[in-house]
């Protein structure tokens, strides 16, 4: 916090009584102004504020520009989040405003008083850094009647809104629209659709390779329905068996087997191939040692041995680096007087360490490399 010269630097941090006998606490303003008394409205006011919020604040302080450079450096869910923050921070008190960023109070009378104006504000920073297809979609999400247009602007949609519009159309158009967007988002969007629909989906989407310029203007003819777009005259590359697999990677296991076995009936060869492009037994390799921990306290040592006979000597190290020495000295002894093993039992433990890990992924006991997960 700045401080106060002279006569006010008593009042900074100096707790005292209200008027109607409730804690309070004076700290100095930054602006100059008088000290700035901090009731317990206001620190609940305070406490209520979200890590979005606060950097919404710091948003409508920069500028036009400034805001707009940093938005460029943002993902379409941090931008959606932080679009519709600083939506929500435009009814916030002065007091609130000077105590989360006090430095910087002097710069925010200048540029907005986070009330009137807000709305422009908002669409102003969002077109400039977007464009003005982007910016029609995230405003859409966060601020009443704002319309959106460019089948581009799907990236920019949360899953269930994208379901919602999908649901009735073609499985080719959805397969083409699923592999439009990111793995993650074309996973939970399958996720909200029919049961009966997504090993279908799924099959186009594994046969998929390019799409033709025809095809793509009666595809955006349809999306017309939602938005006004262009079209490409080029041909596009989406989907395919990585695709379709990289999707899968983001299913819930539940969800997974029940797709995988429909599509296996519809084209057993496909859902084959699929899967030996989902998330194998080297990809282990890039989780971290605790998970590694948490997956070796839930399997079977059998199995464990089993898998790891087959496995290529760093998928062994990264195993025998979380055991402790004894242990490991053991773990190998053992292993190695199995003798020799079918391959098919190899593969077969491979794939069930490969599901429990998922799972337990699911559960957030462990993080599996490319399921997308954010950490600080």
Known sequence: MATKKDTDKDAKGKDAKGKDGKDTKVVASATGDAPIVI??????????????QRAAVLMLLLGEQQAAEIIRFLNPKEVQSLGGAMVSVADLSQEAVN??????????????????GTGDYVEKVMKRALGDDKASSVL???????????????????????????RNEHPQVTA??????????????????????????????????????????????IMKKQFASNSSAKSSSFGGVKAAAKI?????????????????????????????????????????????????????????????????????EKFFGNMSARARVMFIDEMEGKGPLRITDVEDAQK?????????????????????????
Do not use: C, H
């Not at 967007?181 to 099959?203: C, G, K």
């Not at 080297?282 to 079977?300: K, Y």
């Open 352 to 376: 069930t360490i490969m599901r429990l890990a998922r799972k337990l992924s699911d559960a957030g006991e462990l993080v599996l490399a490319g399921r997308g997960d954010d950490f600080v």
């Open 176 to 221: 083409i629209i699923l592999s439009v967007l990111e793995y993650d988002v074309a996973a939970d969007v399958l996720n909200f659709l029919s049961p009966e629909s997504r090993p279908e989906i799924l099959q186009r989407i594994a046969s998929l390779e390019t799409v033709q310029p025809s095809a793509m203007e009666e595809l955006e003819s």
């Open 39 to 52: 009731t317990e409205e206001l620190q609940e006011e305070l406490d209520a504020l979200t890590g979005a």
């Open 248 to 316: 899968m990677n983001f299913v819930k296991v539940d969800l997974e087997s029940s797709i995988m076995g429909g599509l296996s009936q519809l084209d057993p060869e496909l859902m084959m191939k699929i899967q030996d492009n989902m998330f194998t037994f080297e990809n282990l390799v890039g989780v971290d040692n605790r998970g590694i921990q948490v997956l070796m306290r839930n399997v079977e040592p059998d199995m464990l041995m089993t898998a790891l006979k087959g496995a290529p000597e760093f998928v062994k």
């Open 99 to 116: 105590i989360v960023l006090d430095e910087f109070v002097a710069t925010l009378k200048k540029q907005t008083s986070l009330g009137l």
């Open 140 to 166: 859409s999400r966060i601020m009443p009647g704002q319309g959106s247009k460019g089948l581009e602007i799907l990236k920019w949609m949360d899953a269930r809104s994208i379901a919602d519009m999908i």
